[in-house]
């Protein structure tokens, strides 16, 4: 079982607020990832890093920050939600030695 | 370039027949081969893998897939399905530290 864990699993917040999705895993994994995901399209690689303080952008332009202070944590960042953001987010992080991507359950977001 | 196509947004089957997703890829490099399913509402789970072993590869919940090089291809087949197989299926390539993921197959199964 995985255990790889994102909060909040839902959130609904007006335009301009800022928030932050955290992610945590405890599996010790170096390189961890961000994925938006929309109703019937595929995943979307937005952030992802390979390990403490290395962070960078994946193929979908994002206005978000990701930051990777410690190995089990990376958080995402929107500074000012805007509706163009309303998605599913998904994190996950990988077992280099097995290949196997592990993802938490996710987090809707919706911006009115 | 890396890419992944599955063949039809939605598969409907009756409960107790095959079950056939589609999905065929591009690497430039021998590539992992994954398929995984999204139950709604929740994230991404492993049904299975190929890493260069065998060509046919079991997983979970009685899903298995064959790797065609020949075909590039990597379809996921289940002889008999149940209602708890409703769900979105992913299929993904990763010729390195990068996922390349298909748009996803969403499967019904009919009682």
């Given at each position: 079982?995985?255990?790889?864990?994102?909060?909040?699993?839902?959130?609904?917040?007006?335009?301009?607020?800022?928030?932050?999705?955290?992610?945590?895993q405890t599996m010790g994994h170096d390189k961890m990832y961000?994925?938006?995901?929309?109703?019937?399209?595929e995943l979307h690689l937005i952030h992802y890093s390979y390990g403490v303080n290395s962070t960078e952008k994946g193929d979908l332009s994002s206005e978000s920050t990701v930051s990777r202070i410690r190995t089990e944590h990376f958080p995402l960042t929107l500074e000012s939600a805007r509706p163009s953001h309303t998605s599913q987010y998904l994190c996950a992080s990988r077992n280099t030695g097995?290949?196997?991507?592990?993802?938490?359950?996710?987090s809707r977001l919706t911006v009115l | 370039?890396?890419?992944?196509?599955?063949?039809?947004?939605?598969?409907?089957?009756s409960e107790g027949?095959?079950?056939?997703?589609?999905?065929?890829y591009?690497?430039?490099?021998?590539?992992?081969l994954f398929w995984y399913v999204q139950y709604p509402n929740q994230g991404l789970q492993l049904l299975?893998?190929?890493?260069?072993?065998a060509t046919l590869v079991k997983g979970i919940n009685g899903f298995e897939a064959e790797f065609k090089k020949s075909e590039?291809?990597?379809?996921?087949?289940?002889?008999?399905?149940?209602?708890?197989?409703?769900?979105?299926?992913?299929?993904?390539?990763?010729?390195?530290?990068?996922?390349y993921f298909g748009t996803g197959t969403s499967l019904t199964v009919i009682p």
């Open positions: 079982e995985a255990d790889i864990y994102q909060t909040p699993r839902y959130l609904v917040i007006g335009t301009g607020k800022k928030i932050t999705l955290e992610c945590s961000w994925y938006q995901q929309d109703p019937g399209m097995t290949g196997e991507l592990f993802f938490g359950e996710g | 370039a890396q890419s992944v196509t599955q063949l039809g947004s939605h598969v409907s089957v027949a095959l079950v056939l997703l589609r999905c065929n591009s690497s430039s490099v021998p590539p992992y299975l893998k190929y890493t260069s072993a590039t291809s990597f379809h996921l087949t289940k002889p008999s399905a149940h209602m708890s197989d409703a769900a979105e299926y992913f299929c993904a390539v990763s010729p390195g530290n990068q996922f």
